[in-house]
């Protein structure tokens, strides 16, 4: 919300008061941790995906607009054995680990990346998105576990200083939140809302060309407070869901729908409140047609900053969680 003078005559104004909304972008940054449980080769999934950092580290530069970087928690290592004995997970969990050094392995240690975060222009959040890409929502996960991963993690980021506030699940699975709480998380990025076209069958890319172009926009989502002091902010889009169902059809034309909703999604939080909350996977923008799909979203955002807020998660849930306290 904006309060604005507005000029009526000479020696008189009105008070307005202007409605509008934020831009959140939270970024799963996992390098090849996303995969390690479902590929043999993680590096080849991801690419280039140092890269796609840095391209992401110029862009928000550029366009002078934060992000929340939900940093998976084994990159703040500069190298390790392989070997995580003491970390209580399944066995085999770190068999594809190859341990070694950040020069060598590149995509399984992020200490560089995560600096050229840090020492960015624009002030970035770095927030947690697990130690070891455990599924906190899958039934086998006990509360053992994603204790260790978070505890991990905050030791980790604690030495360089870092206060890890945000949380986003792998696989976008939601548990624990108990465990969240006891960590001193304040922020969790929580799924679309049911109904929303991320639920599409992915197997139907014509049905779901049809359908993108029929939707005028993404959702503005409110951000909820779930146990105290912890408060979920929805996503509203996922800007690579369609990936590979887009390659398949005529793609120059099936990927512009995403871009045309994410703006549409920005004019609306010009004059609603409610928060666009848009992520992906930095590593996706290592590709030149990526890294244009991102560019034409923060351009255009930065175009309207007068009537959009750039926030991180960190920054709505502390506001969330003050209003609450004055309402009370
Ligand atoms: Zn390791
Ligand atoms: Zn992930």
Request: glycine share 6%; with cysteine.
């Amino acid at each position: 919300m904006n309060l604005l003078f507005k000029r009526v005559n000479n020696n008189k104004y009105n008070l307005i008061v202007q409605t509008m909304g934020s831009f959140v972008v939270s970024l799963d940054a996992e390098l090849a941790w996303g995969y390690h449980r479902y590929s043999d080769d993680p590096s080849e999934r991801i690419g280039s995906g140092r890269d796609g950092w840095f391209h992401l580290i110029d862009l928000f530069d550029q366009y002078q607009i934060p992000a929340t970087w939900a940093v998976v928690g084994h990159l703040f290592h500069t190298a390790c054995g392989g070997h995580h004995p003491d970390h209580p997970v399944p066995e085999g969990w770190f068999e594809n680990d190859p341990g070694g050094t950040e020069s060598r392995n590149g995509d399984w240690f992020g200490n560089e990346v995560i600096e050229a975060v840090r020492t960015a222009d624009v002030d970035h959040e770095i927030g947690c998105h697990s130690y070891s890409h455990v599924v906190f929502g899958a039934p086998e996960t006990r509360s053992e576990t994603a204790a260790a991963e978070l505890r991990a993690c905050k030791q980790l980021a604690k030495q360089q200083d870092i206060k890890l506030n945000s949380f986003t699940f792998p696989r976008n699975e939601v548990g624990h939140l108990d465990i969240l709480a006891d960590h001193d998380f304040v922020a969790y990025r929580s799924p679309n809302p049911p109904g929303w076209f991320e639920q599409t069958p992915l197997s139907k890319p014509a049905k779901l060309v049809n359908m993108l172009t029929r939707f005028r926009r993404a959702p503005l989502m409110t951000p909820t407070i779930k146990r105290e002091g912890l408060v979920a902010i929805p996503a509203s889009l996922h800007l690579f869901t369609f990936e590979g169902a887009v390659r398949r059809v005529a793609s120059p034309v099936a990927s512009q729908p995403v871009v045309d909703i994410a703006k549409k999604t920005i004019d609306a939080a010009t004059r609603k409140d409610g928060v666009f909350h848009l992520w992906f996977h930095p590593h996706a923008v290592s590709t030149q047609a990526n890294v244009d799909r991102v560019r034409s979203i923060l351009s255009y955002a930065r175009e309207r900053s007068d009537s959009i807020d750039f926030r991180t998660m960190g920054e709505i849930a502390r506001e969330r969680l003050t209003a609450e306290s004055g309402e009370q």
